[in-house]
């Protein structure tokens, strides 16, 4: 069973950075893909960015060139650099976890509140 914990949420202004950060923890088969998807009021969950144990990364066109996402698949951790922030960037963030091979899994964090608001 994998236990998805994020952190790094919060308050910036716009133009600033935060750094989300997901711990997979428990006892589970190797993920194949981590990655970060948001929900604004709304809206339906969208993807952020991906990236699998490879080392292939996806993101969403509207974060390109201003967020990146980096894996440390020891610690089985994910992170979210989101930099030159804006007021639409403003969601509720959510780590995911995916396994293709079997056993399947495809685990969601409880989410963490972005807020870019001068």
């Known amino acids: 069973q994998v236990q998805l914990v994020e952190s790094g949420g919060g308050l910036v202004q716009p133009g600033g950075s935060l750094r989300l950060s997901c711990a997979a923890s428990g006892t589970f088969f190797s993920i194949n893909a981590m990655g970060w998807y948001r929900q604004a009021p709304g809206k339906e969950r969208e993807l952020v960015a991906t990236?699998?144990?490879?080392?292939?990364?996806n993101y969403a066109n509207s974060v390109k060139g201003r967020f990146t996402i980096s894996r440390d698949n020891a610690k089985n951790t994910v992170y979210l650099q989101m930099n030159s922030l804006k007021p639409e960037d403003t969601a509720v963030y959510y780590c995911?976890?995916?396994?293709?091979?079997?056993?399947?899994?495809?685990?969601w964090g409880q989410g963490t509140q972005v807020t870019v608001s001068s």
């Open positions: 995911n976890a995916n396994r293709y091979s079997i056993p399947k899994y495809n685990v």
């Open positions: 990236a699998t144990s490879g080392g292939t990364t």
